[in-house]
């Protein structure tokens, strides 16, 4: 079974270890981290700790010295059943020996010989790869949590006094700025966090939101399933919408702390229905830009490429990095085209499609990170029904073809970006020559007009 770490990671494998839970899956990347929170933890029960690993054999960390050279991994589960006491002991990435039969088969002897005793087995890995042959001896597999806003922020003023004293200044007199670099950096493992600081701060000689974006980044392009757009979109070029914008600027800032003990409670998101190129996929660009928050842009056509049996892993892994990297924008272009098909699921594709949809909607309702998801739709015959009744989104909004006022912001906006002076030209003309024009539209109709120009050699007129 797996467990969920609504509790922090040491207060859930305390409890499995007063519960006799003889074998234990850690799964994490962090391993000195994880190491650390489970030496605090055996010198709080007085319990021994030894760590095992191929290179070094056991080391004693907590109530204990000494080294052991037992290098095999037979023999190491071995030392694990004929050693007396209290103790937890730790088996640092055991699961490339898994492919001997004889090391899965004396791990399970293990198992049932450690239920007798006051020990306790772990394996640490990166990854969670349970052989079948294990999945009823493995009491508990345990996601070991990233670190905290705590933790975070204990990195990031480790990394302050080496700061100018102005900077430390202006930093310690804005209570918001910490909070903000913090909540940048959540999803970072604790080393990537240090080294992001500590880049940020020679790079900059201040805490940098970019640099600190830019590491995330690269956790991004590790997953391979979800793309990370930079903001080049500012807010204000997007011409209409004022529902909308009102709606997001309000929400700007409800992921603090400060909305959390208002009783606020986190946004999950937006759909955005409408005509193409009424500027759908333009508002989920700019909205990154408007919040400072990373934008990921998901393919849902990659979900379902590769091996049979791969879609659902690769929607919790998009799940998965999203959460990591929370606080962020998850943003799902032409959402009906990857999930339309759900009704007849069952008889086409072997069910995949409803599995991957059921997996992705459940997230979406029970979901407690910091992840805004902005989905666009074009056609909102071919979605779901169950998407769209309230509670998975916060908000369903319109995009309809832009209105006069509308029209004259759109041809405002495009003619500054191609550095012209609106008031040189007659809008009021153009608004009444381009009446069902969509927004795309309209952009195009400046681009078209500036070739001819530029074809004549002479300037953009009305």
């Not at 994490?28 to 489970?38: A, D, G, H, T, Y």
């Not at 995330?216 to 997007?238: A, N, P, T």
């Amino acid at each position: 079974m797996t467990i969920e770490h609504k509790r922090s990671s040491k207060a859930e494998i305390e409890d499995l270890i007063r519960a006799r839970y003889s074998l234990i899956w850690i799964t994490s990347p962090e391993e000195q981290r994880v190491e650390e929170s489970l030496r605090k933890l055996c010198v709080e029960r007085e319990m021994r700790l030894e760590v095992w690993s191929i290179t070094e054999g056991f080391k004693t960390l907590a109530n204990g010295q000494g080294t052991r050279d037992v290098k095999d991994p037979m023999k190491a589960i071995d030392h694990v059943i004929r050693s007396e006491g209290r103790a937890l002991f730790v088996l640092r990435d055991f699961h490339p020996f898994f492919k001997e039969p004889a090391v899965v088969r004396r791990l399970r002897d293990a198992a049932t010989e450690l239920r007798k005793t006051k020990k306790t087995l772990a394996v640490l890995s990166p990854v969670t790869k349970v052989p079948p042959e294990l999945e009823k001896s493995i009491s508990a597999v345990l996601d070991w949590e990233l670190p905290n806003r705590q933790e975070i922020e204990q990195a990031a003023r480790k990394v302050l006094p080496s700061l100018p004293q102005a900077t430390q200044q202006v930093i310690e007199s804005d209570p918001t700025f910490i909070e903000r670099v913090v909540e940048g950096a959540l999803g970072l493992t604790l080393v990537e966090a240090e080294n992001v600081f500590a880049k940020s701060a020679v790079r900059t000689h201040t805490f940098d939101l970019e640099t600190i974006l830019e590491e995330k980044k690269q956790i991004i392009r590790k997953s391979g399933m979800l793309e990370y757009y930079e903001h080049r979109e500012e807010f204000s070029d997007v011409g209409g919408m004022d529902i909308l914008k009102d709606w997001l600027v309000k929400r700007r800032s409800a992921f603090g702390s400060r909305a959390k003990d208002f009783g606020l409670p986190l946004p999950k998101g937006i759909l955005l229905i409408g005509v193409p190129g009424t500027g759908k996929s333009l508002t989920a660009k700019a909205v990154g830009a408007l919040w400072q928050m990373p934008l990921l842009r998901l393919d849902v056509g990659k979900i379902f490429a590769g091996l049979v049996g791969s879609s659902e892993e690769n929607v919790r892994s998009v799940i998965k990095t999203a959460e990591a990297i929370a606080p962020a924008i998850l943003w799902i272009d032409e959402l009906e085209k990857g999930f339309s098909g759900t009704q007849s699921s069952g008889s086409t594709d072997g069910g995949t499609t409803s599995r991957v949809f059921g997996t992705f909607i459940t997230w979406l309702q029970e979901k407690t990170t910091p992840v805004f998801v902005i989905a666009t739709a074009n056609n909102v015959h071919q979605l779901p029904p169950e998407l769209l009744r309230k509670g998975r989104f916060d908000e369903i909004f319109f995009c309809d073809l832009p209105d006069r006022e509308d029209r004259r912001s759109i041809l405002d906006i495009h003619l500054r970006k191609k550095n012209r002076d609106p008031g040189q030209f007659d809008l009021d003309r153009l608004v009444d020559a381009t009446v069902d024009y969509s927004g795309a539209e309209l952009e195009q109709a400046v681009v078209a007009a500036l070739y001819d120009a530029f074809d004549t050699g002479g300037d953009l007129t009305t």
